[in-house]
């Protein structure tokens, strides 16, 4: 054990001491990190729990990037932006919405070198997109028994997150839906649910895309009849966390530059969850749109 905690030791020492650099700047002496390392290198460090940043150009000047407040108008003056506009004038590389965090300066920096050397590559952090939709339908709650295999109409949000890439496959969703109750079916619930979305078919004008949910929040009431005459009809509330694996699948249509009509059957079967013995009832019409 003793030997493990020394190697792993060795090799941290050996890392650090190879992804920092001492610099003298302004007769200061920093240990700083190459963020960024191109015509323009990005250079930052943590001095007492405070990010900061510096640019360095090619000739080895140094400067950092600060954002200072002003005493009298209390308003961030935004320095760093004057540099960096300053540095890479000609360019055409803006600095509109460029924050000084390491994020944020990595793809400035990123953007920057690969516009001023051909060679310079670098991977694109993924954007990620959302959508918006609203949905409704009918459903026999292919999950619960139903002894009268009724249908109630149900109706629901739903929020999805995927990356923003021309054709995306792959999407995070994320269900609210709300079921009525029946006559002859007195069971109302409420579903929150985490899922992953695959589009199977994905064309620009239609897509059609397989669901898993995969983690589910459920509560309501219902009502029922025991055998016991004594006991005879009452009610019961219910509430849970599930790691179902409800089956579904759905398809998008395109009908406008940012809006989808969306058909869909929810619940058809879940993997890790008791399944009703009625054939499952669960479509769903909505409308989604790009946010």
Known sequence: ?????????????????????SYTINDETLELDTAVEGNLDLLWTIDNGTYRYFVKTNSGD???LVNTKNAETRKYQEEYKSVLNALTEGYGVP???????LYSLEDFF?????????????????????????????????????????????????????????????AMFFHFRHALEADDFEYTSTQIAIGYRYRVI???????????????????????T???????????SF????????????????????GYITFAYHDIYALFSDNSDNFPIDFALGFKMNL
């Open 1 to 21: 054990m003793k030997k493990a905690f020394f190697l792993f030791g060795f090799l941290s020492l050996g890392f650090f001491s190879f992804s920092q650099q």
């Open 62 to 64: 140094i400067q950092e």
């Open 95 to 101: 600095t509109d919405q460029v924050n000084l965090t």
């Open 110 to 170: 990123n953007t920057y070198n690969a516009t001023t050397d051909l060679s310079y590559n670098y991977e694109p952090r993924a954007k990620l997109q959302t959508r918006l939709g609203i949905f409704g339908g009918i459903t026999n709650q292919p999950l619960v028994e139903n002894p009268n295999n009724a249908s109630v109409p149900f109706f629901g949000l739903e929020f999805e997150l995927f990356e923003a890439t021309k054709l995306p496959r792959h």
């Open 202 to 224: 994905n064309k620009d004008r239609f897509n059609l895309y397989g669901n898993l949910k995969l983690v589910t929040y459920d509560f309501g009431n219902a009502t029922y």
């Open 226 to 236: 025991s055998n016991l005459p004594e006991i005879g009809t009452y009610e019961d």
């Open 239 to 258: 509430s849970g966390i599930d790691i179902p694996f409800i089956l579904g699948i759905g398809a998008d249509f395109r009908v406008t530059e940012n």
